[in-house]
């Protein structure tokens, strides 16, 4: 039996009766980090709809304390967008995507994270893109933003840049997650998991495959920015190996990691161990820059070898 604490239904059975307009959930899950959930609440109830669909947002919360149910509490009492929660107590984001997605109303889902911040046309943004290319899911730009002055070698480095591509353009499943996407309800309807549980990351690239090769069409929409929040506690050298060895181990899990891939990581690796000393004397940014892709290398070899290189479900910041 799913638990979901909703106080807020009626308010949503009250848009929910304007067959005219379509529905968007806009679905967040959370871990431990209700400060940037209570940012993002209090930025989503500010959605520019254009009268042209309604919204409601369903939080699922992946921690047995459940501290992101305060600010939930808290933003429904300055929020006009129907607010929904719900727990999931078994650790995993996979667990925790499937539990929102359970939650979930409407004709749409929009994924976010719970660490960024939306335009105030983001869904709209979404949702044109959506109407006007007939596809199946809108992904839209993860944008970096520092609220304090990080490090220079940080801000000068790849790490956290994420390609931006022209609305329009068809999405490649290595680039898809689901931290600024807009599907339509079909793509999840008679799945009960649509994520699976295996997966500590990655599993919406995995989510993104399947769905793709079932015959989903995926668009990009270059205009629905969302800017995600990089705390100091990511600026450190130790989280970003951290990041890279699970993000490694996560793609030698996928179907696609042949052959050809692992013999590049086996050249990869003593290779790059080999030039760091000297990659060190051209400073900071060159030198994260290698130990990251070293790091996603070694990751991806230990998972080959039954060796799980980080063993918590989250990395937290």
């Known amino acids: 039996m799913t638990w979901c604490d909703d106080p807020s239904a009626a308010a949503f059975a009250g848009s929910a009766q304007q067959p005219a307009l379509p529905h968007i959930s806009v679905c967040i899950c959370t871990y431990k980090r209700p400060g940037p959930l209570r940012r993002l609440l209090g930025e989503l109830s500010h959605q520019v709809t254009e009268g042209r669909f309604t919204y409601s947002i369903v939080v699922a919360d992946n921690e047995e304390e459940r501290s992101g149910e305060a600010a939930v509490t808290e933003a429904r009492l300055s929020s ?3 607010i929904h929660y719900c727990a999931e107590p078994v650790r995993g984001i996979a667990m925790a995507r499937n539990k929102v997605v359970a939650n979930a109303h409407g004709d749409f889902l929009a994924f976010i994270d719970d660490d960024e911040i939306p335009v105030h046309g983001w869904l709209l943004k979404l949702f044109e893109a959506c109407e006007k290319h007939q596809a199946d899911g809108v992904l839209g730009p993860v944008l970096r933003h520092f609220d304090e002055s990080p490090p220079a070698w940080l801000v000068a480095s790849n790490l956290y840049i994420r390609r931006v591509h022209s609305t329009g353009t068809p999405v490649y499943w290595r680039e898809a997650r689901t931290g600024n ?5 079909r ?8 994520f699976r549980s295996e997966f500590r990351a990655g599993e919406d690239h995995d989510f993104f495959r399947r769905k793709s090769e079932q015959g989903f069409r995926f668009i990009w929409s270059s205009d629905a920015e969302v800017f995600e929040v990089i705390p100091p506690a990511r600026w450190r050298r130790m989280y970003c190996v951290r990041k890279a060895l699970l993000q490694g181990a996560t793609a030698a899990q996928q179907p696609d990691f042949g052959a050809a891939e692992m013999a590049k990581s086996l050249v990869a690796v003593p290779l790059y161990i080999f030039i760091l000393p000297f990659v060190f004397l051209l400073g900071q940014t060159r030198f994260m820059t290698l130990v990251v892709k070293l790091s996603s290398h070694a990751g991806k070899l230990l998972m080959l070898a039954h060796i799980n290189p980080v063993r918590e479900e989250y990395i937290s910041d």
């Open 80 to 82: 006009n967008v129907p």
């Open 181 to 185: 996407v807009l599907i339509r309800r």
């Open 187 to 194: 793509v999840v309807e008679g799945d009960s998991s649509p």
